[in-house]
């Protein structure tokens, strides 16, 4: 079930499980976020980077579960990201022409204006944030 934050930025999360289906699930909930708050042009970025979040999620670790969650944190920035229970930290792999792999991370960061990591004692939050165009 999706849930807007009842406190703090505006945002929405939503617990899935960490299954390569959540991917699409996890696009939607990003889109429709974006549409509410009138940026949908951030729509086309924001549902490829929480697909390659969950992706790596999926691919990465062995959790049953990720929460995904997007917030407006300030007028000027939207945060998206994928909580899970590992501790396994992400890397951007280099990689070359022939590598059909690893390009996740690098996507994430030229279509975002930052990401990265927060890490919990049970896990971590995988993050990228998209500047909001101004008016």
Known sequence: M???TAVGPPGYTE??????????????????AL???????LAEAGT??????????VRHTSCR??????????DDFVRIGVTDKSHAL?????VTDGDETGRGLVLVDAL????????????????????VPAC
């Not at 617990?15 to 429709?32: D, F, I």
């Not at 549409?35 to 042009?41: F, R």
């Open 2 to 4: 999706t849930r807007p």
């Open 15 to 32: 617990t899935l499980p960490c299954e390569p289906e959540t991917a699409r699930r996890a696009r939607s909930l990003v889109s429709v």
């Open 35 to 41: 549409n509410t708050w009138g940026i949908a042009e």
């Open 48 to 57: 490829l980077i929480v697909s390659e979040l969950v992706g790596n999620a």
């Open 65 to 74: 579960l990720v929460r995904v969650s997007v917030r407006r944190v300030t």
């Open 90 to 94: 992400p890397e951007m792999d280099l």
């Open 112 to 131: 975002s204006h930052r990401w990265g990591y927060d890490e919990m004692r049970w896990g971590k939050t995988v993050w990228a944030e998209l500047a």
